[in-house]
């Protein structure tokens, strides 16, 4: 049974299908060059079997490339990838057939192949997905806020994108489906090769996506050229937390160079990790305090109430009243309670598990 979200891929001709992923295979053409070579000939499967003089006469392919063109190897690549993505459960979506992502043609140089595994949300040109980034070394704080502006997201509707890391990454994905919203992982290796390991689990419950073949392992320049997905498939990018030099930057440059929007979470002065988040703030992107500044900003509505469970009243308010990281002052006048009913209805939260106090604030879990 599919749903208005998901669905199958609509059938594509195998022969241009086998002749994308063969020129994917072929070690001296990159996205650029292929898309060339089928724009040129009007397909991959013409552009398979052109002669080499007419290769020649491909804008930006030199020899070497173009002698690549039509090799056995690559042919043989490609019919036992796709036997493997047949038996392992896997999509490969191909640029230029039916399925393959919208929102991605906002960059320079989308991925001539993609494989999925798990069911596609639909990627429009401008999608209702968010990319939540940040450091893998986060403070309990930027977890705690991140957690809440994924589950909050996902309650809106909204398709949370992130690239499965240790971290930021985690706390988006887990907070994203927790609150039985979608969310995507980019992976940095092959969907069937989940990094880091710790976080397989996790995956089984993602839409996984990822532009390099079945088996392919972590390797430190693929996690660059991953965070351009990202940028890509989200209509805007928030960054929680990072240094001055870190992924999470190279994304929110992705995402300008896509026309997408940068959100930055504020943090400490003087902690490193909050110098990404302050210099993207410095050139103009958006103050985010909670989900409701992103939601506004792309004119997408409001966040849906969070339906709370049966409490008693005075825990109810202070529930409530955790919209983003409060001290217990602000939440004190916010809810007009004493101080000590507030410290009481605190503790019961708690030991719920649905409040918690991180860095002298206190945020809903």
């Known amino acids: ?142 977890q705690a806020f991140t957690r809440m502006l994924a589950a909050d997201l996902a309650r809106a509707g909204v398709v949370v994108v992130s690239g499965l890391a240790r971290g930021i990454d985690t706390a988006a994905h887990g907070a994203a489906v927790e609150a039985g919203g979608v969310s995507l992982g980019v992976l940095g290796s092959a969907v069937n090769r989940v990094y880091p390991s710790e976080n ?57 160079e896509c026309g997408r929007t940068v959100f930055a979470v504020p943090g400490r002065a003087g902690d490193p990790r909050a110098a990404g988040p302050h210099a993207l703030l410095r050139d103009g992107a958006v103050l985010t305090e909670g989900a409701a500044d992103l939601l506004t900003e792309l004119g997408w509505g409001s966040v849906p109430a969070a339906p709370l469970p049966d409490l008693p009243p005075e825990q109810a308010r202070v529930l409530a009243a955790l919209t983003g990281p409060v001290t217990l002052d602000d939440l004190v006048t916010a809810v007009g309670l004493p101080l000590p009913d507030v410290q009481t209805a605190l503790v019961m939260l708690n030991l719920l598990g649905l409040a918690e106090e991180v860095g002298g604030r206190w945020v809903r879990r």
């Open 1 to 142: 049974m599919t749903s208005p979200l998901f669905g199958p891929p609509a059938p594509v001709p195998p022969d241009e299908r086998r002749a994308l992923l063969a020129l994917r295979f072929c070690a001296q053409l990159g996205p650029r060059r292929i898309e060339a070579l089928r724009t040129y000939f009007g397909s991959a499967a013409r552009a398979w079997q052109a002669p080499l003089r007419d290769l020649r006469e491909v804008p930006g392919l030199d020899v070497r490339a173009a002698q690549a063109v039509g090799a056995p190897a690559a042919l043989t690549r490609a019919d036992q990838e796709l036997a493997r993505v047949a038996q392992e459960g896997v999509t490969l979506l191909l640029r230029g057939l039916p399925g393959y992502p919208a929102a991605l043609d906002a960059l320079g140089d989308p991925p001539p192949a993609l494989w999925v595994r798990g069911p596609l949300p639909e990627l429009p040109t401008v999608p209702r997905a968010i990319g939540i980034v940040g450091t893998r070394a986060a403070s309990p704080h930027a």
């Open 200 to 256: 397989a689990r996790l995956a089984e419950r993602l839409t996984l996506i990822s532009e390099y073949p079945l088996d392919t392992g972590p390797a430190q320049h693929h996690f660059p050229t991953r965070n351009r997905l990202i940028a890509a498939l989200s209509a805007g990018t928030v960054v929680v937390e990072g240094e001055r030099k870190s992924g999470s930057l190279i994304t929110a440059t992705h995402a300008l």
